[in-house]
């Protein structure tokens, strides 16, 4: 049986992490600190650490430098589970040896992606295509340096990936845009056509060309999409992107090793949800805590969401008209620039209605879609009798930028207890804590289910904290938004 070492100084995290990672077949240590944990090192090298950052004696980074100094030292593989949400933490942890980093609360979901030890399953195998040698080598490096994955293949055009790819039967294909013989945005149904299953990750530059495409390749069955930084020698930005994009392979590659399989010769019906198809069937969950809707009246609609967030938000909003158009409805999509203008203009397609990135200092109306511009934070404030768009350019917030929660603990000065918020599709938790101060001022919290979700990281997180009023499926929200909005709350 594999060991883990637990370290974190509340005995409550301590006993839910053992409760979780004991139903995943693994044997539990457990320490207050780091330097209780590095005598239970001493004694024997667990093969996985759970690691807190801030305890007494010893905190979890000065316990990491130890721990890979000692002989062995360098095989556990240690996942930081912290409350910390500075980027720069993320970044000090990976640089101090750590494997991996994910924010509490975390359910079974998110520590069987995050410790691989505890799935017991291949690693996965990861197909890289890009025309670059530099780009494909430092993925490849970063992949190889994760225990739960492999580089299956390198490749250097769209041509090479069809031609190869029944032979190589990769899990995920990391898809560069621009290349030669064959592009990504003409090979993708070309691979999907030999393989249903593959996730495929676009990756490309911020130009708008690149974004069009990107939205094209998402409504052709794409996964996800991830911005290649502008130069990969500047430390912090490459930094980021090695975490996306392993964050992303991991997560949307065990979402589809648990979906259903889907017949080859099933066709895809034209503009449909690739994804959808390869979601897994409902089953019983264990029963969430549920509250009820808030007493006041909703004034304004709050959306947050991230990985499969733009197709989520293309069909919540096309049902959404009765709503918009006498409420305002404001989104933050985890998502960069560029990108962002290119969703607000499928947004407005979708919804036939305005929809545009916000702007600082504009009135908030009802009739409008605002959406957080790609790179800055968007708030609202209270000016005169006025809500107004607040943008800020300040540090990223649970490692996003735009962030979610932002939106809506700002939101609560304005509308007080008059927000309702819906937390959408995602990885991380993004959107709980801001959640938790809406229903603490009266308002109400509306989760996407597991099932309809691409990733259920910050729905989870939200439902699994206890401040939903309803958890459903995608196609159901929009008719219980409107009841909401219409006076209706149950």
């Not at 370290?7 to 409760?19: F, L, N, P």
Request: aromatic fraction near 4%; include cysteine.
């Amino acid at each position: 049986m594999r060991t883990c070492l637990v370290v974190d100084d509340s005995s409550v995290i301590r006993k839910v992490a053992r409760r979780i990672l004991e139903g995943l077949d693994f044997h539990i240590l457990e320490a207050e600190d780091g330097e209780k944990a590095l005598e239970v090192c001493k004694r024997g090298l667990p093969d996985a650490i759970l690691l807190d950052w801030n305890m007494p004696v010893m905190d979890g980074y000065e316990f990491l430098g130890n721990l890979r100094r000692m002989p062995g030292g360098d095989q556990p593989k240690v996942v930081f589970c912290t409350t910390e949400n500075d980027v720069a933490h993320i970044a000090r942890a990976l640089h101090a040896g750590a494997n991996e980093y994910i924010m509490k609360p975390f359910d079974v979901a998110l520590a069987s992606s995050s410790i691989p030890n505890a799935t017991r399953q291949e690693p996965l195998r990861v197909m890289v295509v890009d025309d670059s040698v530099v780009i494909r080598g430092l993925i490849a490096r970063w992949l190889e340096s994760e225990p739960d994955m492999v580089v299956a293949a390198s490749l250097r055009t769209g041509l090479d990936a069809v031609n190869q790819i029944e032979r190589v039967d990769p899990d995920v294909a990391v898809l560069d845009i621009e290349m030669p013989d064959l592009d990504g945005i003409s090979a993708l149904p070309l691979l999907l056509s030999k393989k249903r299953n593959l996730i495929i990750i676009m990756a490309s530059t911020l130009t708008r060309r690149n974004a069009e495409i990107s939205f094209k390749a998402l409504s052709l069955g794409a996964s996800d999409y991830i911005p290649k930084p502008e130069s990969t020698r500047e430390a912090g930005a490459a930094e980021i992107f090695r975490h996306d994009l392993v964050e992303k392979i991991r997560h949307l590659g065990a979402k589809v090793r648990r979906a259903t399989p889907v017949s080859p010769s099933s066709p895809l019906a034209p503009g449909s949800d690739r994804l959808h198809e390869l979601l897994p069937r409902p089953v019983a969950q264990p029963q969430l805590m549920r509250r009820a809707f808030g007493t006041q009246a909703p004034r304004a609609l709050l959306i947050g969401s991230s990985t499969g967030g733009p197709q989520a938000l293309m069909a919540l909003v096309t049902e959404l008209r009765p709503v918009i158009d006498r409420y305002p409805v404001l989104i933050t999509q985890h998502m960069p620039p560029t990108f962002t203008t290119i969703l607000a203009e499928h947004l407005a397609r979708s919804s036939h209605r305005p929809a545009h990135e916000a702007v600082d200092g504009e009135i908030v109306k009802a009739g409008q879609i605002y959406l957080a511009p790609g790179g800055r934070h968007m708030r609202v404030a209270r000016h005169g009798t006025d809500a107004v768009i607040a943008l800020d350019d300040g540090p990223p917030v649970n490692f996003c930028k735009p962030a979610v929660d932002p939106l809506f603990t700002s939101a609560i000065d304005v509308w007080h207890g008059g927000v309702l918020a819906v937390v959408l599709t995602g990885m991380g938790s993004d959107g709980m804590r801001g959640g938790k101060e809406i229903v603490a001022a009266g308002g109400s919290v509306i989760a996407q289910d597991e099932a309809s979700s691409v990733v259920w990281g910050m729905p989870g997180a939200a439902a699994n904290a206890g401040i939903c009023a309803a958890v459903m499926p995608l196609d159901q929200i929009a008719p219980k938004l409107v009841r909401l909005f219409s006076g209706d709350r149950s």
